[in-house]
């Protein structure tokens, strides 16, 4: 009698213990983010907070506004996606990420390039 | 000795001979007869028109055509039957006169006497000057039987003596009449017979009527072009349609334009002219008679109908003659139709509002020909307006808006209006209108092409690179926010499944939590597992499950708590009864029950 009680209680404490996937977590990486080791997404990461950092310095939430908050919005999602444990969609978002912030630089760099020449050239540049 | 008879032979009879000839009397000649003693021979006598001299106690003695010493020895004998000695008379041509008669047009006709070298001028000034109406192109010297026809107007303009004859005794000049002048007498001032022109001949004449400021039939000379016989004919009037003028030569009427030839001076728009031509200035009116040279314009300018097409006739040309485009016209729509063969009518469509504002080829206007009607298009008074009219306007030049817009519709739209405009003309999104899916399907990009457009982050950020291009024939659809959660695409929505109070699909980006998404299904009920919350991943590449303790997650504060949600997963929140403890209190319950039954079996 002893071993059917036994065997009913232990049947039922594993029933309790399996079906729970484990703990999530990084769904909100950006508000407490640590760089806390030398993972190659984590190296992507810091490479493109500091360009996006650039970016927004060099003018470039005047100039293109919507494609900058584009790209932090980019960058939080990789940001999550490395935190969270899934390492193929954050490679994959951060190849994203880097390609819009190299098209941003690119318009940037033309800005910044129009900027330097006189008046009377820069018209000239702006002529059809 | 015979040289002496050879020299005097050489002198003498020459001098005989000429003498002979110049002094041969003719009418107007003034003589003088010298008769020593005689007082009343001391006045000098003149040739009369008749040829005659009046002598005393003699009277009448013709002498025309005599020599001198002919006409000596005729006076000498009717003298000396009455005068004693006449012996001692000589006969001497004092002044030679002419006597000219002068007829016709002049103040004064009659008969003059001048002097020897009287000119045609010096005689008509003498018969008191032209009259008006005189033709003076025709005036005539008559001299014997011989009629001389000069242009005396052509002398007065040049002063060339050479233009008029020399005038000789006797000669009648007659000035004729201009045919102007008609068959009744009346008085002309010299302007309104400069009005009515100055041609004598018909046939040799250029006739100028219609819109002129002085119609009439005007004198034609080689060097004459149209635009002289106009100025001639006091220019065309502020009624005159100068691009319309006509010339008949030889019964056939051919068209000159003179505003193209004074826009561009060039020499080879002018036509030639003949005698015998006519000249018809028409006047500028709205509808001409139907013709194979017509063309017509409809729809919103301030003078359609029917006009006279004329060579060259360009678009901008028709246009501007029908009074311009009305405020409300659709210039970026203009079309003109062109008949084909078999009646088969083409349609050319023509951007005139670009042509207008930005230039263009003049090339690229479409060629008018007669016959052609060009169809100015009217645009909606008032954008809103758009609903009443929309069958009048052609899906080409259309574009769509659905949804939650104020007044959605079909609306007037041209390549020169962007996203904005139209969104303005259907009066913008309403309240609840979902930005941040506003929907445009392009439809001329050979497969359908559907682009969202977050509105909301336009109007956050205002960078205009957001606005998507669209084009004729597209449509937009702004969602509402209450919508069909089945409208949602999975792309952009997360779903929420179980124990919360909206059970449903929610949009979903990746500036939000799964704390966000709770909250906008209501969170969970009060039966909810909260601390067992499921997020199965399926999204991205990995396809995992991870849970979610939202009370402990409430009691800590720590956000790395939180597990990564993104569009297109789905959240779980399980009931209180699938927990842990329920489960193994259930099965608990149940290997009791299942127990007491094996006891009872076992005691009976």
């Known amino acids: 009698m002893k071993k059917i009680i036994s065997t009913i209680f232990i049947a039922n404490t594993l029933i309790g213990c399996t079906p729970w996937p484990p703990q999530g977590h990084g769904g909100a990486a950006e508000i407490m983010y640590h760089q806390n080791d030398h993972s190659a997404e984590q190296v992507r990461l810091l490479k493109a907070e500091n360009s996006l950092s650039e970016l927004r310095a060099e003018g470039a939430g005047d100039h293109m506004p919507a494609a900058l908050e584009i790209a932090m919005v980019q960058w939080v999602r990789a940001i999550r996606a490395t935190e969270g444990g899934f390492t193929l969609s954050a490679k994959g978002d951060l190849d994203e990420l880097e390609n819009m912030l190299f098209d941003m630089q690119a318009v940037m760099k033309v800005k910044k390039l129009t900027a330097a020449r006189p008046v009377a050239l820069q018209e000239k540049v702006r002529m059809p | ?604």
């Open chain 2, 1 to 604: 000795m015979i040289r002496v008879l050879l020299l005097i032979f050489l002198i003498g009879f020459p001098a005989t001979s000429y003498g002979e000839v110049v002094e041969m009397f003719r009418p107007g000649d003034m003589l003088s007869l010298k008769i020593p003693g005689e007082a009343a021979f001391e006045k000098p006598f003149q040739v009369d028109a008749r040829g005659r001299i009046l002598l005393p106690e003699v009277g009448y003695v013709s002498v025309v055509g005599l020599a001198r010493s002919k006409a000596t020895d005729l006076i000498n004998r009717k003298l000396g039957e009455i005068f004693r000695d006449v012996s001692g008379m000589s006969i001497v041509i004092k002044e030679r006169r002419q006597l000219i008669s002068v007829l016709g047009y002049v103040e004064q006709p009659g008969f003059l006497d001048l002097a020897e070298f009287a000119t045609v001028q010096m005689a008509i000034t003498r018969a008191g000057g032209l009259r008006a109406g005189a033709q003076l192109d025709k005036v005539q010297v008559h001299r014997g039987k011989t009629v001389i026809v000069f242009n005396y107007k052509q002398y007065l303009d040049t002063g060339n003596s050479s233009q008029i004859p020399n005038l000789q005794t006797m000669d009648k000049i007659f000035v004729p009449a201009s045919p102007l002048t008609g068959n009744v007498e009346i008085d002309f001032d010299a302007r309104t017979l400069a009005a009515s022109g100055d041609a004598s001949d018909r046939d040799k004449a250029i006739i100028v009527f219609g819109e002129v400021h002085r119609p009439g039939s005007f004198a034609f000379k080689g060097s004459n072009s149209i635009v002289d016989m106009l100025m001639r004919a006091g220019g065309v009037t502020r009624y005159a349609a100068v691009d319309q003028i006509r010339i008949i030569s030889n019964g056939t009427p051919a068209p000159f334009n003179l505003r193209a030839y004074l826009d561009t001076g060039r020499q080879d728009l002018i036509p030639t002219l003949a005698p015998g031509d006519t000249i018809y200035v028409p006047q500028i009116v709205e509808q001409v008679q139907d013709g194979e040279r017509t063309i017509r314009i409809i729809g919103a300018v301030h003078r359609a109908g029917r006009f006279d097409y004329s060579d060259g006739m360009s678009l901008l040309d028709l246009i501007a003659v029908a009074g311009g485009p009305k405020a409300e016209a659709d210039t970026a729509n203009v079309q003109v139709l062109k008949s084909g063969k078999n009646r088969v009518v083409k349609s050319i469509r023509f951007n005139l509002k670009r042509f207008l504002t930005k230039g263009g080829d003049l090339s690229g206007m479409p060629i008018l020909s007669p016959q052609d009607t060009v169809v100015v298009p009217e645009l909606p008074k008032d954008p809103n307006d758009n609903r009443s009219q929309w069958v009048r306007q052609s899906s080409e030049s259309s574009i769509y808006v659905f949804g939650g817009v104020g007044a959605p519709g079909r609306y007037g739209f041209n390549e020169d209006l962007n996203f904005l405009d139209i969104l303005s003309a259907a009066q913008g999104p309403t309240s609840n209108a979902d930005l941040r899916n506003v929907k445009i399907t392009h439809r001329k990009q050979g497969k359908p092409v559907v682009t969202y457009i977050d509105l909301s982050r336009y109007f956050r950020t205002g960078d205009e690179a957001l606005l998507p291009k669209i084009a004729p024939e597209d449509v937009i659809f702004v969602p509402q926010q209450n919508n069909d959660w089945r409208d949602l695409p999975k792309e952009k929505s997360v779903r929420i499944l179980g124990a919360v109070n909206g059970p449903g699909r929610y949009t979903f980006d990746d500036t939000m939590t799964i704390l966000d998404v709770l909250a906008e299904a209501g969170g969970p009920t009060s039966s909810a597992l909260q601390n067992k919350i499921i997020v199965v991943s399926h999204s991205g590449a990995e396809r995992t499950s991870r849970s979610f303790d939202l009370v402990g997650f409430a009691k800590s504060g720590d956000f790395t708590q939180l597990p990564v949600l993104r569009a297109g997963d789905t959240v779980y929140i399980p009931n209180k009864e699938e927990g842990v403890w329920n489960i193994a209190a259930a099965a608990l319950r149940d290997a009791v029950s299942v127990l007491s039954l094996v006891r009872l079996a076992s005691g009976l």
